[in-house]
């Protein structure tokens, strides 16, 4: 089982940045896929990106493609979630996520199997 602590969300302007990261527990986070995953007032969860266990694969939901970066480092149980260009749309509580079964990325729209608690972006106009 691995834990998942979310950081990084905020206020921030449209046409801004944010970085989130996410700390995993475990000695075995490189074996796991990570993902994000966002939840807006009265809307559901919804797949932002997801990552492969090396780091090598990336898949990202339309929405973030082009301004959302996925990115991993193993050797510090972390993953990350650059975002730019930020609208006002992308306010929302984001979730870490991850996964031990290797499926192809795509596959991952749904859930995956551990989740963080969440971290607010709130992006304003």
């Known amino acids: 089982q691995v834990q998942l602590v979310e950081s990084g969300g905020g206020l921030v302007q449209a046409g801004g940045s944010l970085r989130l990261s996410c700390a995993a527990s475990?000695?075995?986070?490189?074996?796991?896929?990570m993902g994000w995953f966002r939840q807006a007032p009265g809307k559901e969860r919804e797949f932002v990106a997801a990552i492969s266990w090396g780091g090598l694969g990336t898949y990202y939901a339309d929405s973030g493609k082009g301004r959302f970066t996925i990115s991993r480092d193993n050797a510090k149980n972390t993953v990350y979630l650059q975002m730019n260009s930020l609208k006002p749309e992308d306010t929302a509580v984001y979730y870490c996520?991850?996964?031990?079964?290797?499926?192809?990325?795509?596959?991952?729209?749904?859930?995956?199997?551990?989740w963080g608690k969440g971290t607010l972006v709130t992006v304003s106009s």
């Open positions: 475990g000695r075995t986070f490189s074996r796991y896929v």
């Open positions: 996520a991850a996964d031990a079964r290797n499926r192809p990325l795509s596959l991952y729209y749904n859930g995956m199997d551990y």
